[in-house]
C-alpha cells in the first residue's frame, strides 16, 4: 500500500488510516493522563502528523473525546459477548457482569469518560447507538431468566448494579478495607451472589 505524507508532518502514515491513527495516539493520551490531557497538538505528535492533520476527522475536541467513547463502549461490548459466549441463563448473566466491571477495573480513564460529564452525547449519534449495547445484553440475560412483569425492574437493578460497582472502582471510590485486587475480586462475586438471589427468588412461580 502507498503511503501519503501530508506537507509538514512528521512522519508518513498510510493513506485512508488517519483517523484511526488520530484514534489510538488519543486513546493512549486518555488512558496514560486522562481526558483533560487530550488535545489535538498532541495527539497529531504521537501519531506522528502535522498539527492541523486532525481537523481533517474532527471538527472539535470533544468529537475526537467521543470517538474514543465510542471505541470505548464498542470494546466493553466485545468483551461482554466473548464473556458470554456459550453460556445461559444466570451463568450467562454473572459473565456479563464480569466483564463489565472488569472493564472499568482494567480501563479507569476510559470508563470514566464513556460515563462522564466530558461529553455532551446528544450531540453524537453514533455515540448514543453504540452506549446502549451493554444494557441491552444486560437486559436479554434477564429475559431469559426472569418472568414478566419483572423483567424491566431486573435489567435496571442489574444495570444499577455493576454500573455502580464499576463507577466506584474505576473512581477509586470504594472503602480503603476493600484495597488490593484479592477482596475487590470477593466483593464482586458477593455483590453479584447476592443479586443472583434475589433473581432466583423472583423467577420461582408466584
Do not use: C
Not at 431486573?154 to 484495597?179: C, K, R
Not at 475480586?185 to 434475589?198: F, K, M, P, S, T
Amino acid at each position: 500500500m502507498s503511503t501519503s505524507k501530508i506537507k509538514g508532518d512528521a512522519a508518513p502514515y498510510h493513506h485512508g488510516d488517519l483517523r484511526r491513527a488520530l484514534i489510538a495516539a488519543g486513546m493512549s493520551l486518555l488512558e496514560k493522563r486522562g481526558p483533560a490531557q487530550v488535545g489535538f497538538r498532541e495527539v497529531a505528535r504521537l501519531a506522528g502528523v502535522s498539527h492541523n492533520a486532525p481537523y481533517r476527522h474532527f471538527d472539535s475536541r470533544e468529537a475526537l473525546l467521543a470517538a474514543l467513547a465510542t471505541d470505548g463502549f464498542e470494546a466493553l461490548g466485545a468483551a461482554m459477548e466473548r464473556a458470554a459466549e456459550g453460556k445461559q441463563g444466570f451463568q450467562r448473566l454473572r459473565a456479563l457482569g464480569i466483564a463489565y466491571i472488569a472493564f472499568a477495573r482494567a480501563r479507569p480513564t476510559v470508563y470514566l469518560l464513556m460515563f462522564g460529564p466530558e461529553l455532551e452525547k446528544g450531540a453524537f449519534p453514533a455515540l448514543i447507538d453504540v452506549a446502549g449495547r451493554s444494557f441491552e445484553a444486560l437486559r436479554e440475560a434477564i429475559d431469559a431468566v426472569v418472568p414478566e412483569p419483572s423483567r424491566r425492574a431486573a435489567a435496571i437493578g442489574a444495570w444499577v448494579l455493576v454500573h455502580g460497582l464499576s463507577h466506584l472502582i474505576a473512581d477509586n471510590q470504594l472503602p480503603m478495607d476493600f484495597a488490593g485486587e484479592d477482596k475487590r475480586d470477593a466483593l464482586i462475586e458477593n455483590v453479584l451472589a447476592i443479586y443472583r438471589q434475589g433473581l432466583a427468588r423472583e423467577a420461582e412461580p408466584h
